[in-house]
Structures are given as C-alpha cells and as structure tokens.
C-alpha cells in the first residue's frame, strides 16, 4: 500500500480515485490493511465545534487546543506536611536545630519573614513561606515541640519536598491538544485549569439497519427459519461506546423501493451509514444494487476471517452524502468488521487524532490454533495468567462467525497475522483485550 499517499496531504475525492492510484487494488481479494488503507484516504472529519460544559466533556473529542491561562501550581508550594526552611542553612554533617515561628496552612499562608534558625510548620500544598525553598517532612524531625525541632544530619537536602510554580503546567503552554478524546484525568486538568466550557466535535450521527428477510425483531413471532435480529443491539452497543449518536432504523425488508427509501433517509439525516447483511456474493437481495445506484460503492473480499464480504464507500441523496459501510449479516463478522474496519473510520471522522489501532499484547498460545496464510484471522480468545504467572491466551471454543456466545464468553481477541500459517502450542500470538478497545 505504499503507493497510496497520505490522506492529509491531498485527499481524494472518489473512491474509483483511490483505489485507481494502486497498481494491485483487487476488491476480491483485498488485504485487511489495504482496505484500511483505502477507507482512510477518503474519510473526511466532520469539523464541526460546539461549546459543552466540561462534565459532559467525557468521552468527547477535543475541538480546539487549550492553552493553559495560569501556572499550575499557581505558587511554589510544601509537597508534605513538616517543616519549611531555608535549604542554606543545612549541613550535612551536623545536625539542624530550627525555631518554629507560625503555621502555614493549605490556602492560609504565612506572611511573616522566616530569618535564620527559624522555620515554619508547613501543610501539603500550603505555599512555600517567603525565602524557604526545601521543606523537612514531620516524621524525620527529632525533638519537636511547639517552639522548635531538629532536623538530623542529612535528613533533607536544599529543594526537597518543594513543588514549584508552573511544574505541572507553565502559563501559555499547551495543556491539551485537538483531537484528543477526553479521559477523567483529562476533565480533571480542565477543571484545574478554571476551564469549565470546553470545544468539542459535534457528535457523529450514525443511522444503521439490518437487512435480510428471515430477520425479526424483538417482540414478532420467530416464524419458521428466522432468527431475532442481533446486529443493530451489537452495533447499537459499539457505537454508543464509540460516542456516537445513533438513528436505529430497524429491519428493512429486501424490496427495492423501501430499501432505496431507507438508504436516502439515512443518508440525509446521518453522517455514516451502517448496514448488517446483504453484501455477500450471489445474495439474492437489492441491497448492493441500491448501495451501488446510490453511490460510489466497493464491493469488497477482504482476506479476513470472520466477515470476508464488506461494502465501502459514499452515497447520497437529496444533495447530502454520507459514508457507508455495508458489514456482513454474520453477528460475530459484524463486530469484527466494525472494530477492524469502520472503528478507526469514525473516529476519524469524529476529528479525533491519532487513532491507532488499540493495543497489540503478545502473549503464550496455549494450544495449537489452526491457521491458513493469505488472511488476518480474529479469533475470540481468553486470556489468563497461568501457574507461572505468564500471560497465556486460550481460544474459545467454536470460531463459527454466527456465534455470538463466543464473543460474549471471550475477553480478548487473537490477530493472527496475514502471512501467519499453523500456531504452535507455546507460540507467540498477538492479542487486543476487549476491555479498552472502544
Ligand atoms: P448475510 O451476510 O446476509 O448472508 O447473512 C449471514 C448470516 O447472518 C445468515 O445466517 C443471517 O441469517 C445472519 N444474519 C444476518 N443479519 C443478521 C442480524 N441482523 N441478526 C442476526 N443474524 C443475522
Ligand atoms: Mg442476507
């Protein structure tokens, strides 16, 4: 894929633009990091900022950097409660005995002057009294009493215990950048910063239906050789968890003209379009036909185990447009699809930066797991310390792609490499917990 140039720096329009820069571009057999490579050359960010209050923050994708407007700490200050001195005054080979001459409490400073063979009591975060630089925690002192203490020889050295202005953030400095996702830890340096409106992304709109006829939803009547309709409460959950607004449109039925009218009423009120079923080969329905009379559509092999079938590209309607992604009807193929393929796309276009793939453990097989060179395989795994206390992954039992048990029952999942063949017992294979992948 290294025919393909950065998104950023001149960004194609078309799909049929992109795929005709590759001299190997096959859509029936297409290397799941070429089609992650070709979705993200057109995936445009929304770009678009509204001003949220800083709780409702979370999760959310930072709109604008922020600058920090004052010094954190605002002043030097004590790191422990003890006793602030002048780190001059030490000398470590003889011991110290200091004067006490007042309090300094957390937001209740000591305004007097601290003069030679004096200190003061000191509390965490009390600001550092005028002239003393180092600070001697409570439990090193020897004799302390209301009117003095002593400090034994090399108890502290000049500086020690000091927090100084400006250490965790200097005025005028970046505190955050644009694109980042906000954490609590993040909400926190907001809130420690006085900032309590922030810039974030407008959220994206993501409508998503299920296609097939043998499909029913919760509360009809399971006729014979139909099954309930899991896909939209799967994809309902990941793009919740993705922070994304989401416009449920049900089950649509294989007719023409209602698909047609699901794909523009999506496409005008939603940024992206997820639809489960429909796109694999020889399936007798109308959905790639409207997805491709609507669009600029790929209809994709991708060399991935589960959920081969998969359909990209952009559609529109009425003058608006929106991506879609048209993912297997397989349940487990579905949520593979969606975390390998349109998960780094959303956020993408959510305007968060640096969206790397979650991380990648590499951990102990413990058995043999069957394997063909030629695809990336995502099997469900769960991974566990063994008596050693060494990581090691165990896959679950049936890899079925309609098997949705497994993924509930799994805690991870096994990457198996697109050059991978066979896994020995003992192996080293990579993994992606599940915890922290959205
Ligand atoms: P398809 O990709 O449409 O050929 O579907 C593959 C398999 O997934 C079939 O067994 C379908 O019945 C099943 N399937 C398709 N869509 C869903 C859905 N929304 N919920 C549960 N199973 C589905
Ligand atoms: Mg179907």
């Avoid at 800083?54 to 922020?66: E, F, N, P, W, Y």
């Avoid at 309590?196 to 029913?216: H, K, M, N, W, Y």
């Avoid at 020889?282 to 559509?297: I, N």
């Avoid at 193929?333 to 991380?359: E, I, K």
Wanted: hydrophobic share 40%; proline share 5%.
């Amino acid at each position: 894929m290294s025919n393909v140039s950065p998104a950023d720096q001149n960004p194609p329009r078309t799909l049929s633009s992109v795929v005709s820069c590759l001299s190997d571009y096959d859509p029936d057999a297409l290397p799941v990091a070429d089609a992650q490579a070709i979705i993200r050359q057109l995936i445009q960010p929304i770009n678009a900022v509204e001003k949220i209050a800083l709780r409702s923050a979370l999760g959310r994708v930072l709109a604008l950097d922020i600058v920090s407007p004052i010094n954190v700490p605002s002043h030097d200050n004590s790191a422990m409660d003890g006793y602030a001195l002048h780190g001059s005054e030490l000398n470590p080979k003889a011991d110290l005995s200091l004067k006490i001459i007042g309090t300094a409490y957390a937001g209740r400073a000591y305004d007097g002057k601290v003069g030679s063979g004096e200190c003061v009591r000191i509390m965490t975060g009390a600001v550092m009294p005028g002239g003393c630089d180092t600070v001697i925690p409570q439990e090193f002192v020897r004799d302390a009493s209301d009117a003095g203490m002593t400090i034994p020889a090399g108890a502290v050295k000049l500086g020690d215990n000091r927090r100084l202005q400006g250490e965790d953030l200097k005025a005028g400095t970046p505190a955050l950048q644009k694109g980042k996702i906000l954490s609590p830890a993040d909400l926190g340096l907001l809130a420690s910063l006085g900032i309590g409106e922030i810039p974030v992304q407008r959220r994206l709109r993501v409508a998503f239906f299920s296609t097939g006829d043998e499909l029913r939803s919760i509360g009809e009547t399971l006729d014979e050789g139909c099954v309930y309709d899991s896909n939209r409460y799967t994809l309902y959950g990941m793009l919740t968890r993705l922070g994304c607004d989401v416009v449920d449109m049900g089950v649509i039925k294989d007719d023409p003209d209602v698909l047609e009218a699901a794909f523009r009423t999506a496409c005008e009120n939603a940024d992206a379009i997820i639809t489960s079923g429909g796109v694999s080969v020889g399936e007798a329905d109308y959905t790639k036909q409207m997805m491709a009379q609507l669009g600029d559509v790929g209809f994709w092999k991708i060399g991935m185990r589960p959920g081969r079938p998969m359909a990209f590209g952009k559609i529109a309607s009425n003058g608006k447009e929106a991506y879609l992604f048209g993912l297997p009807g397989n349940p487990v193929a579905v949520m593979v699809t969606f975390y390998f393929l349109a998960r780094q796309a959303l956020l993408h276009m959510m305007g968060a930066s640096a969206v790397a793939a979650p991380p990648l453990l590499r951990v102990v097989s413990q058995a043999a797991i069957r394997k063909r060179p030629g695809r990336t395989e995502y099997q469900r795994g769960i991974l566990s310390r063994n008596s050693e206390g060494i990581q090691e992954v165990r896959i679950t039992g049936s890899q079925g792609s309609g098997v949705l048990r497994s993924m509930s029952e799994a805690n991870c999942m096994v990457v198996l490499e697109h050059d991978r063949a066979e896994v020995k017992a003992g192996e080293l294979v990579d993994v992606i917990l599940f915890d922290g992948l959205i």
